[in-house]
């Protein structure tokens, strides 16, 4: 256990001075990458908990496919190279206190919820057949209504992009 | 299997991370060596590459000479840690492939429960270093090259993943290991002699899955982010020495995993027929049968870069969305359809 409370301890010091140096640096495609720094964080903190099939899907999606679709949208309009540009907008206290509550809430919901619980250091491990035992019988009715969401998402946007 | 020898598992894993490190440039050399200077010369007749030396072998050592005495430059306006990292980021998106390609029963690094998705998702970083290099280059061309770079691997990536669906729903199984076991246990009509190849069986997911590679790999009918005609050199316009051979040698590393990844999920990897699927013997044997069919296939990857000429951008973007998805889609429904009514 003291190997996993060592790298946890090293991976959640990137993550949170990626996330910091993402709100506070000047050049916007090096937001985006310290965003990309926190993803692959999260994702390898998936692995500490033995979700593989989650830090996978963290990786194929976030990383591989939507942070490549910003980076290359950023590209596409504007991307200033090495001169910085003022990114604080005039609202960032409100922001600041969304983030904050949105995070107090979580935490608290997360104490409230699990208070002491402990996590199972031997139990047994769920493999990629399990969750798709889970997601196919249990789940099966927010996995449809999800689909039916990200659906509706496509024909929405195959709308926006049609000239006629 | 017998246990042979038993180590703690993170000196196993060193000695397989280490191995797989040292595989990496060794696989790239062979390519490079087999297939760009040897093939390539002889199908485009160009003389030089193929007779430096005997058999053209000096021409490896002429190149690595001339790589590493070039002088390592940075353009002024460029982003120096973003355009030194990106090099770096291509080529661990290629380490990371090797972790789970399997050369016998026992023969790989990490035999990953998610496996041939694991191996989707990390080949997908590569895109995120190529777009840093176009962007940090502070070079139109460079620019332009990382956008389209960017455009074609996100339109590709999808028959990919969805090709190998293909074969996921037949093996019943996400795990490479397991692809290969449930190849070497099937029967065709009836006859188990040589396992089932699912190349038989899902020969338009390996079709899809060649197409989508080579796009994958930037090879040539595809190779607009790098198209030397229009771009000069796309995204590596501005790298020199090392760092160049850092992109050179995940280009050509990254087509090895790809053969090996088609060999596995269609050509049966390392299993050889009239031999028990766990078979100690297999852990020598099987990574020169492995050898063999990644060469043959990697052969008809070249094959393809040296006699077709370039798509135009609107024809790549169109023959993906609509001809090689629908196609992928189809093919999972009827396999889907076979394995329940089978």
Partial sequence: MVAQNIFFGILSAIVI?????????????????????????????????????????????????VMVLFLFG??????????EMEMTGKQWPLAALVAALLGGVTIYSLLNGFGSDRLVTDGPVYRTADVSDEVFSTYIIPFEAVSVLLLAALIGAIVLARKD | ????????????????????????????????????????????????????????????????????????????????????????????????????????????VENLDTGIFYAMAVSSLSVLGILMAGWSSANKYALLGGLRAAGQLIAYELPLILAVMGV???????????IVVAQATGEIFGFGGIGNPFIFTQFLAFLIFMIAAQAELTQTPFD????????????????????????????????????????????????????DVDDNILNVLGPGVMLGKILLISFFIFWVRFTYPRLREDQLQKFAWKVLIPLSLANIVLTGIFKVVF
């Fill in chain 1, 17 to 65: 001075v990626s996330a910091l140096r993402m709100v506070t640096t000047r050049n916007i495609v090096h937001a985006a990458l310290y965003l990309v720094a926190v993803l692959a964080g999260l994702g390898a903190l998936y692995v500490l908990l033995t979700a593989e099939f989650v830090a996978t899907t963290q990786v194929l999606v976030y990383i591989g496919a």
């Fill in chain 2, 224 to 275: 607009m982010p790098v198209a030397e005609t229009e771009l000069v050199g796309g995204f590596h316009i501005e790298y020199t020495g090392f760092r160049f051979l850092l992109f050179f040698m995940a280009e050509f590393g990254t087509a090895f995993a790809f053969a090996a990844l088609a060999s596995v999920m269609f050509l049966g990897g390392w299993w050889i027929p009239g031999f």
């Fill in chain 2, 168 to 178: 996921v729903i037949q093996a019943e199984t996400l795990n490479l290991q397991e």
């Fill in chain 1, 74 to 83: 950023i590209m596409l309009t504007k991307a200033p190279l090495g001169n």
């Fill in chain 2, 1 to 108: 299997m017998t246990t042979l020898l038993a180590l703690p598992y993170w000196q196993e894993t060193g000695i397989k991370l280490g191995l797989a490190l040292a595989i990496i440039p060794t696989t790239s050399l062979i390519l490079v060596y087999l297939f760009l200077f040897k093939m390539m010369a002889f199908m485009q007749s160009r003389l030089g590459p193929n007779d430096t030396g005997p058999y053209g072998t000096l021409q490896l050592i002429a190149e690595a000479i001339k790589f590493l005495q070039k002088e390592d430059i940075h353009p002024a306006q460029a982003d120096r840690r973003v355009f030194r990292m990106a090099p770096v980021v291509v080529l661990g998106s290629t380490f990371l492939l090797y972790v789970i390609l399997p050369a016998g029963p026992d023969a790989v």
